[in-house]
């Protein structure tokens, strides 16, 4: 594990050292976060309730738009313009997801993300929004009840997706309720975001336990939609579980000019299977290498495994 561990930091020091110096912030944002909602005003109220659909990508954006606005306070004495907000992996890696069709039907029965289709439109069957449904539903719902976001846990509420509702929580207490462990690991992080003692790798820390906790279940639940993939894709999807799911999490700091970069290496489009790796001819040798060492990490991962 050790010898793993060091592998996947040595993945990403390489890509670290190769960070050009000057960098325009809002370049780097995800795509629509301009024009994605940056209020709870701007969301439709029933009830008294905001009403959240986590299955239209601007929606689920926006969400996180109003956590990473709520946040920047704390984050204010690491950077100026919310750059160190370690918060800004996930929004960065959401829109990756979007633009290179990884929200979209992968059953190819609807027209749900497709880009000459429903676009926006996030699809319950997709591998990789539905366990991003569990890194944005809960870190926003427990700052919710953390007490960051300035409204009451009772006034927000999901939208349920088409099917397999039972594999997702839609409210503060459902959610709880639910994911009582991932929630509570959530809670913690935005515990230590208020206190003045925590340091930026205290943070780090919270913040990477609750998205392992988060990823745990959702794994387990999702499990059955790698089949929708082709060989290449559902390799790479168990690679990059693994990598962000164990080895990563001590020397990856989630900030936003970081996640940026990384994520220029990761594969511009789904895996096909044509594709062999590391001899994609449309994707760039730093991406082949990624992706290829990326592969080579969950083989030499599973196989130890497998003879311990
Ligand atoms: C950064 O990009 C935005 C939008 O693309 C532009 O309006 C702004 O002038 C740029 N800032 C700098 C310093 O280049
Ligand atoms: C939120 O909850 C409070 C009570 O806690 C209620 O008065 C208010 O109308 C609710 N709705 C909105 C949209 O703020
Ligand atoms: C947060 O959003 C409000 C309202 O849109 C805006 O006025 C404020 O400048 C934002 N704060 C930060 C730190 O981005």
Redesign the pocket.
């Known amino acids: 594990m050790t010898f793993h561990l060091s592998w996947a930091c040595v993945i990403i020091c390489c890509i670290f050292a190769s960070l050009a110096k000057t960098f325009n912030i809002s370049d780097m944002y995800p795509p629509l976060w301009k024009k994605s909602p ?2 709870f005003s701007d969301y439709k109220i029933e009830n008294g309730k905001y009403i959240i659909n986590f299955w239209h990508y601007p929606e689920r954006l926006g969400m996180y738009k109003i956590l990473l ?1 709520k946040t ?2 704390y984050f204010a004495k690491f950077s100026p313009e ?1 750059e160190q907000n370690i918060l800004w992996g996930l929004p960065i890696h959401h829109g990756w997801q979007y633009h290179t069709g990884r929200l979209a039907d992968p059953t190819q029965s609807t027209d749900c993300g497709l880009k000459s289709g429903d676009h926006l439109c996030i699809s319950v069957d997709s591998w990789w929004a539905d366990l991003n449904y569990y890194l944005s539903a809960m870190p926003f719902l427990a700052a919710i009840d953390s007490g960051i976001m300035g409204i009451s846990s009772d006034n927000v509420t999901f939208l349920p997706p088409s099917k397999d509702q039972m594999n997702f929580c839609y409210s503060v207490s459902n959610c709880q309720s639910s994911f009582p462990e991932a929630m509570k690991k959530w809670n913690e992080f935005y515990q230590h975001i208020k206190s003045h003692s925590s340091s930026f790798d205290d943070l780090l820390e919270y913040l990477w336990a609750a998205h392992v906790s988060s990823l745990e279940v959702a794994h387990k639940n999702f499990q059955n939609r790698l089949k929708y993939y082709s060989k290449q894709e559902a390799d790479f999807a168990r690679s990059w579980a693994l990598f962000v799911d164990y080895l990563a999490p001590p020397c990856f700091p989630t900030t936003l000019i970081r996640t940026y970069e990384f994520q220029k290496e990761l594969p511009r489009r789904m895996l096909v299977s044509g594709d062999k790796v590391p001899f994609i001819s449309d994707f760039s040798g730093f991406q082949n290498i990624m992706l290829f060492a990326l592969n080579l990490l969950h083989k030499v991962h599973t196989y130890t495994d497998s003879v311990e």
């Open positions: 940056g209020q606005n920047a306070k919310n």
